[in-house]
């Protein structure tokens, strides 16, 4: 794995804004977010929809879609500002150092291209492989991520896989020229709960088998808690707060993370009922004034509504955007 | 494209199951059973007669049908009908074809462009189109060719400066709502070239409307290049043409009717042939045919 020598991260990405243009104004999709991977490491992107997680990572490799722009902010990967690359440098990067798995597997794959030649395409495009070692490589990744009788698949088309196959055949072509990060958006939300399981165990195994860096975006918190070492939660375009799934989940420091433990179900504790966030994500045209969860906050007090709260760094990875994150203490405090 | 490498696993899924249903449409098989029938005998036209087609026999100029062992008689300068009808319809049907081919290929370049790049070049290629969609097809075919000069490769020229907007518009309309959806995203995010995408991706999912059309077209193609040669423009005499034949057969309609009615005959025959083909494909490649 190259990591950048100085700052010991695999990317970094600083105070990025990304605007669509819209009938009735100005979306402020994403709003000064800034997140870092380190090399290896798994990061959750947490929030609910239209909470500018997508959008983000499709900022990342920059295939946003045309109404949208990036306006400010960085993408580093090694020390490359990948927001400043021309089309054909960040050819280079895309699916041969960054790759991106998709929420849906059935239309993320060309309908009338073999599974196959699918796989084998990056290597070829961007390996210089010859066609019979990218089909020889292909048939490998479709063997490392579980697709029984590969030679038999090969010659396959994507409708007649099932879903979690289809999954695996996404992970393959991710993997297919060995990248150092893979961003999936949502990858296993249109998978039933058992695929989804194998999905995730299989994703995770082999990141580590080749200690490849993941940016995990999903509004499905155990899924996080699986997979992730650590989470970013995001609300309104904003990054909420950050720190380690351990600690996040123990202890969160922001009443919205907090809401999103509460609404989201616990094995470990059977029969507890399930507490709902009131209201509705706000407008990212005009986003209320001071923090943007005021509205929807239990905790909120007058200065919540003047004052905009930057994300305060408490302690080593550990940031909150809460004027009064002691209160989300005192809560679980009281609780336990 | 992957037919060396794996050739020993069998062929399975759709193109099973597409090449075990064509025979199910009717209007394709009657279609094709015309078709091929038409073109063999074209094709195979030394074997179905021992006249020449261009050989003159002034002696038995305007016989009857049967007269002299001509099967179908002879026109005004003794040419055997039955001949020149065979050898007509290799140059036709050839110039048919090619008259599809040409401008299929420019009008899927330049439609494909336009949808996947839009912006600019979206915007000169429409105005072009507009230009060309202003005239009437066969009024600005016939005056392109007389300004061209008669022949076949002005036929080529004509149809394809004027045929190609009809590709175009087909392919960028199709390439306008296939390139949102999320497989060019992930080619995008997976660093392919839009050369590559266009080629290999967004064309072979949207190709297939291009491809009914074309066999609808070489039908306009076709009566195209019959109307040309009947107005003197397109193949020139001596070569054998159906349209040349329908002009020159005018003056005997009264005696010898055969002369044009059966050359007419022959241009409709091929027409409904090429339409039914055409009709059949729509029906085989619209998806979700069952």
Request: proline share 6%; charged share 15%.
């Amino acid at each position: 794995m190259s990591s950048p020598a100085g700052s010991g991260l695999q990317l970094a990405v600083s105070d990025l804004r990304v605007e669509i243009a819209g009938n009735l104004g100005v979306v402020r999709a994403v709003d000064g977010v800034s997140l870092e991977v380190a090399p290896g490491e798994a990061v959750g992107l947490v929030g609910e929809s239209g909470s500018g997680k997508s959008m983000t990572l499709k900022s990342i490799l920059g295939v946003l879609p045309p109404e949208a722009k990036v306006t400010s902010g960085q993408v580093v990967l090694d020390g490359t500002d990948l927001t400043r690359l021309s089309h054909s440098r960040l050819n280079k990067i895309r699916g041969r150092r960054v790759a991106m798995i998709f929420q849906e597997p059935m239309s993320a794959l060309n309908p009338v291209m073999r599974v196959g030649n699918q796989i084998a395409e990056g290597p070829r495009v961007h390996l210089g492989m010859s066609r019979a070692q990218s089909v020889q490589r292909a048939l490998d990744l479709m063997r490392r991520v579980g697709i029984p009788d590969p030679e038999r698949r090969f010659r396959s088309f994507p409708h007649e896989f099932s879903g979690g196959m289809r999954q695996r055949v996404m992970i393959a072509i991710a993997l297919s020229c060995d990248p150092e990060l893979i961003l999936c958006d949502e990858p296993t939300t249109a998978l039933d709960v058992t695929i989804q399981d194998q999905i995730l165990r299989l994703l995770a195994h082999l990141c580590r088998e080749s200690g490849t860096s993941l940016i995990f975006v999903t509004h499905d918190l155990p899924v996080v808690a699986q997979i992730c070492h650590q989470v970013a939660v995001m609300y309104a375009g904003q990054i909420v707060e950050r720190g380690t799934v351990a600690e996040v989940f123990r202890s969160p420091l922001h009443p919205y993370t907090l809401g999103l433990l509460r609404s989201a179900p616990d094995v470990d504790q059977p029969g507890q009922s399930l507490v709902p966030i009131p209201g509705a994500p706000p407008s990212l045209i005009a986003p209320p004034s001071g923090c943007r969860f005021h509205p929807r906050c239990k905790f909120a007090e007058e200065d919540c509504k003047v004052t905009e709260p930057p994300l305060r760094i408490l302690a080593a990875g550990r940031a909150t955007a809460c004027l009064h994150y002691e209160r989300c203490l005192d809560e679980m405090g009281a609780e336990a | 494209m992957s037919t060396d490498l794996v050739s020993v696993v069998p062929v399975e899924g759709r193109t099973r199951l597409r090449r075990a249903r064509w025979y199910r449409h009717p209007t394709l098989v009657v279609g094709l059973v015309l078709l091929v029938a038409i073109v063999f005998m074209c094709v195979a036209a030394p074997l179905l007669t021992s006249f020449d087609p261009d050989k003159q026999n002034l002696e038995q100029a305007l016989s009857g049908a049967g007269q002299y062992g001509h099967l179908l008689g002879t026109d005004q300068e003794g040419r055997d009908t039955w001949a020149r009808l065979l050898y007509g319809g290799r140059i036709d049907l050839r110039v048919a074809f090619l008259a599809v081919l040409f401008p299929f290929v420019l009008g899927t370049i330049l439609g494909s462009l336009a949808g996947y790049f839009g912006s600019w070049i979206d915007a000169i290629i429409l105005r072009v189109i507009d230009v060309v969609v202003a005239f009437p097809f066969f009024v600005l075919v016939i005056a392109l060719v007389f300004v061209l000069g008669a022949g076949e490769k002005s036929i080529y020229i004509a149809i394809t400066a004027v045929g190609w907007v009809s590709y175009a518009r087909i392919i960028r309309g199709e390439i306008l709502v296939a390139k949102r959806q999320e497989y060019v995203l992930a080619a995008q995010s997976g660093g392919l070239s839009s050369l590559r995408i266009m080629g290999r991706h967004l064309l072979p999912n949207v190709i297939t409307q291009a491809i009914v059309y074309a066999m609808s077209d070489i039908v306009q193609n076709m009566v195209a290049i019959v109307t040309l040669s009947y107005l003197g423009l397109g193949i020139q005499p001596p070569t054998p043409d159906w349209g040349t034949m329908i002009a020159d057969g005018q003056n005997f309609l009264t005696t010898q009717w055969q002369l044009t009615t059966i050359p007419g005959l022959t241009v409709v025959l091929t027409g409904l042939a090429l339409s039914l083909v055409g009709d059949g494909l729509a029906d085989l490649l619209r998806p979700g045919a069952s």
